[in-house]
């Protein structure tokens, strides 16, 4: 299995670097933005397997957007929200659409990597439940294998 | 105090408005009816006086008729024979009756004959004043007087002339007889009937207060020429009615009397019941008018009261609001650098990890400072979650609940706390209670901060009482403590944010305003009743929802 792969996406830069310190510290391989366009930028580019993401980030794409659109490039990357307060509406409007969980800001790492780790179990066995499907739908159809390969 | 006014003027109103009417008529009708009724009354006892004097006028007019045709048939000699006057006395008496005597008198006055119980034969009539009258006018009938017989009497006399000569023939009619018949225009208990003279002397005796010949004390010209109705007062004071009409060219005066109470008690009774018809109108719109009145003042005072509340809520939930709102940017706002903090301080733990606590001068005192540090942003952490409210992991999914089962659990976190206070908790749950769509573990937390609070409140030795119950859509539970109560000027304070009684250090203030946020996020409410001295019920409802299928 590959590294673990990681993007802490928060306008608050110590908080960014000094998480992705630790994280990478623990055998981690995590990138920090401060803000969502950047995110989505680099996601563009990378595949990552958890998105910790701020809700409220002032001054471009706020958490939910930035959300939205994740989903849209890499809807298998798994999404924990950070929120420095909790909005009902707004956690359960991320959870509708595919977050995993949310925590609750301050939270300490241990806590963090709980929930990262319950995130990754989920995708890999998202991921794992997807390639079954593959295989089973290849075995039934083939001739998709020409198509897979060009994907 | 406005209510009391507007209740007076309200029933002034009404009743001025539905009894004056009533009244009016019912004195006009009162009025004319006595009016009515006096008036023909008077007619009834002036219709009696006239046919009482047309009898006795009859009485007086026959028994000078039978005088004058006995005087007519008969000469002198004749009748002056006693033997032969004492038949004409007789055929008087048979004819007509009401005779005492008769008697001749010769034209110098002497009596020359007589029939009758007295002694007059040879007295002499000359100086009498009669006697001249009857000589000269030819008939005399006399008013009462007493006479040589010592005795209360009346006479008839016609004079006869018979060539030169003229002789009297006088008769005395009884006066009992003729009393009677006066009287017998007399009804009643109080009515009476008698004659006077123009002097105002009874002529016959009357039935009350006073003998014939004797003073009636009334004035005999106010009854006029005819006949007329006089109302008086008599000396006891009572209304007496007078009907007097004028007999023999207005020698006699016939007068029937009677006593207006006695004539008026038909009257008055009619008049009685009509009163009470009236008085029980009037009690009966004063009972109406006091009664609705009093009810619609009543339920306006509970509209305006529930009004006020309404609105002291309605100000109230905005203020709570508003610090809400306040409260999560405040919370925002901290978060932050707390997340930003705990992060640093975990960094410098992992690289102190990597150190050799040998070699590093003052290892521990680093280890012990972030420890301090980890210790002071958790403390900080819990504040600003319990100011949201939000301490526990936040499940907006409606769970299946069971209320019952949810104070049970609580109750059973706090007994020991209860307990070592000496405080008991009596648990009366309501065995009926549906399943409700809810959040168990924020119900647990509304329930946690309301018994503990009652703990706290009572102190030591007291008990609390949980109730719950189904009314309506709701289920209702009420932890009702007998602690000290709570004052009233705290009451209006008790749900915002950093309110507390407690001594510092021991409560942050939070605990009802995020109950009361929980509640108000589960669609129910907190409220509560206190009095001082007596205790605090707090009131939970819960409103029952279908929980959202798993």
């Known amino acids: 299995m590959d590294t673990f792969k990681v993007l802490v996406v928060d306008d608050e830069q110590p908080f960014v670097d000094t998480t ?16 969502g366009e950047q995110a989505l930028e680099l996601m563009k580019k990378r595949l990552f ?25 890499q ?59 593959k295989i089973k739908d290849l075995m039934r159809h083939p001739a998709r294998v020409l198509e897979q390969e060009k994907d | 105090m406005k209510y ?40 009834q006892i002036l219709y009696r006086a006239r046919a009482q004097a047309d009898a006795v006028d009859l009485f007086l007019k026959e028994r000078a008729a039978i005088l004058s045709a006995m005087a007519d048939a008969h000469s002198f000699n004749e009748i002056n024979n006693e033997t032969r006057l004492a038949q004409i006395f007789n055929i008087m008496n048979t004819r007509a009756g009401a005779f005492v005597d008769v008697g001749v008198i010769d034209n110098a006055g002497t009596h020359l004959s007589y029939v009758g119980p007295y002694e007059l034969r040879g007295l002499n009539y000359y100086q009498q004043p009669w006697f001249g009258e009857v000589m000269s006018k030819g008939f005399y009938l006399s008013d009462v007087y007493t006479g040589y017989r010592q005795m209360p009497h009346f006479i008839i006399a016609v004079r006869r002339q018979e060539g030169q000569k003229s002789w009297i023939l006088r008769a005395t009619i ?33 039935r009350f207060g006073g003998e014939i010949l004797s003073q009636s004390g009334l004035n005999p010209h106010v009854f006029g020429g005819t006949a007329t109705v006089v109302e008086k007062k008599d000396e006891k004071g009572n209304r007496v009615l007078y009907a007097g009409k004028w007999l023999r060219d207005g020698r006699w005066l016939l007068v029937i009397s009677q006593e207006i109470s006695e004539e008026m008690s038909t009257l008055i009774a009619t008049q009685n019941v009509e009163i009470a018809i009236i008085a029980l109108g009037v009690l009966a719109i004063i009972l109406t008018t006091v009664f609705t009145t009093r009810g619609a003042i009543r339920r306006m005072r509970q509209a305006d009261s529930e009004m006020h509340r ?30 930003v903090i705990m992060q640093k301080t975990g960094w410098m733990e992992d690289l102190l990890m990597d150190e050799d606590p040998q070699k590093v001068k003052n290892f ?77 573990s924020e119900l647990q937390q509304v329930f946690f901060n309301l018994i503990s609070n009652a703990i706290d409140a009572i102190g030591k030795d007291g008990h609390i009482h949980i109730l719950s119950r189904v009314e309506d859509s709701f289920i209702t539970v009420h932890i009702i403590d007998n602690g000290p109560g709570i004052p009233e000027e705290r009451q209006k304070k008790l749900f915002e944010p950093f309110f507390t009684t407690k001594e510092a250090g021991r409560g942050t203030g939070l605990g009802l305003w995020v109950s009361y946020n929980i509640m108000k996020g589960l669609g129910g409410s907190i409220t509560f009743t206190s009095e001082a001295g007596k205790g605090t019920d707090f009131t939970v409802r819960i409103p029952v929802v279908a929980p959202e299928s798993t």
């Open chain 1, 20 to 35: 992705v310190n630790r994280l990478v510290k623990r055998n981690i391989e995590a990138v920090g933005v401060l803000s």
């Open chain 1, 49 to 73: 397997d958890v998105v910790v993401l701020d809700i409220k980030m002032p001054g471009g794409m706020d958490g939910i957007e930035t959300l939205r659109e994740i989903k849209k490039i």
């Open chain 1, 75 to 133: 809807p298998l990357a798994e999404v924990i929200l950070l929120t420095g307060h909790a909005s009902v509406e707004t956690s359960i409007e991320g959870m509708r659409l595919g977050a995993f969980d949310y925590l609750m800001k301050p939270v300490s790492l241990e806590d963090l990597m709980v929930k990262l780790a319950q995130a990754f179990e989920k995708k890999d066995s998202h991921e794992q439940k997807i390639r079954k499907a």
């Open chain 2, 4 to 43: 009391a006014a507007l209740q007076r003027k309200m029933i002034g109103i009404t009743l001025l408005v539905s009894l004056a009417p009533l009244l009016v008529l019912g004195s006009t009708i009162y009025y004319h009816f006595s009016e009515v009724y006096k008036q023909r009354m008077e007619e």
């Open chain 2, 174 to 206: 009884d006066p009992d007889i003729f009393g009677s018949l006066v009287r017998a225009a007399q009804i009643g208990k109080t009515g009476d009937a008698f004659i006077i003279n123009p002097e105002g002397v009874y002529q016959t005796r009357p």
């Open chain 2, 310 to 339: 309404l609105n002291a809520e309605l100000v109230h939930s905005d203020k709570l609001a508003a610090l809400g709102k306040m409260a999560a940017s405040v919370a925002h706002e901290i978060n932050n650098p707390l997340a």
């Open chain 2, 364 to 440: 521990e005192e680093y280890e012990k400072s972030i420890r301090t540090i980890n210790e002071y942003v958790e403390r900080m952490k819990k504040v600003v979650h319990n100011m949201l409210g939000y301490a526990r992991k936040m499940e907006p999914r409606l769970e299946r609940v069971d209320v019952n089962d949810t104070i049970h659990r609580t109750v059973e976190l706090l007994e020991n706390y209860a307990r070592i206070n000496n405080i008991v908790i009596q648990k009366d749950l309501a065995s009926n209670l549906p399943i409700t769509g809810s959040s168990q």
